[in-house]
């Protein structure tokens, strides 16, 4: 068993790798079930062991690689406290959000069988949770878009412009619309904690969605 401070850079980026492979397959799984897209443009594969359905839309794809590019370096220096993926009707009113809280212990302790089988365990939890999401949210209406917001801690926003990894891919600002939701229902989905992280996945959806 090995201890790190969060200053090491090189587990920094492990834990960064880990959390954004995962939320890539977790934000396909979440536009497959709540259905945002159609179905036809997903297809099955395997992940952490289970079935799960990705998009083999080329522009949508680039769009949620993209986005996780730009959040790496935050997880990496543990500044993103939140990415949270926005479902919005028509009219761009939020009717669902899934929320990801992340946090990270100061001090790290690893070891091989921590970083990879037992966290790979907690993740497959989150998957086969949202995979059934749908059992305990309502439908949505169609015609539903979505973004990816990031709540970030207070001194990395005032070092945002200084975390821009793509070019034409600035980071901006998020309508207060797509924030906030007037008297959501709180759905929770799944916590995990780990030595290296800690992650709880909870979903606000809207009251009255039609």
Not at 115 to 136: N, P, T, W
Request: hydrophobic share 40%; glycine share 2%.
């Amino acid at each position: 068993m090995t201890t790190l401070t969060r200053q090491d850079l090189n587990f920094g980026q492990v834990v960064a790798d880990i959390l954004c492979e995962f939320l890539e397959v977790a934000i396909h799984l979440i536009l497959y079930v709540r259905e945002v897209y159609p179905s036809g443009i997903f297809q099955k594969r395997k992940k952490y062991n289970v079935p799960v359905q990705m998009s083999c839309h080329p522009e949508l794809n680039q769009y949620i690689q993209d986005t996780l590019h730009c959040v790496k370096p935050l997880i990496e220096k543990n500044e993103a406290e939140k990415v949270v993926v926005v479902i919005m009707d028509k009219e761009h009113h939020p009717v669902e959000r899934f929320v990801f809280e992340i946090s990270q212990p100061p001090l790290l302790s690893i070891s091989s069988d921590t970083l990879l089988s037992h966290v790979e365990q907690l993740l497959r939890a989150f998957i086969l949770k949202i995979s059934v999401c749908d059992a305990v949210l309502n439908n949505n209406p169609p015609g539903c878009s979505f973004t990816v917001l990031v709540h970030t801690r207070d001194a990395a926003t005032r070092n945002m412009e200084k975390v821009q990894v793509i070019k034409d891919f600035p980071w901006i600002v998020a309508d207060e619309q797509e924030v906030h939701m007037q008297e959501p229902r709180l759905i929770p989905l799944k916590t995990m904690t780990s030595d290296i992280v800690k992650m709880q996945l909870y979903v606000e959806e809207r009251a009255q969605k039609t």
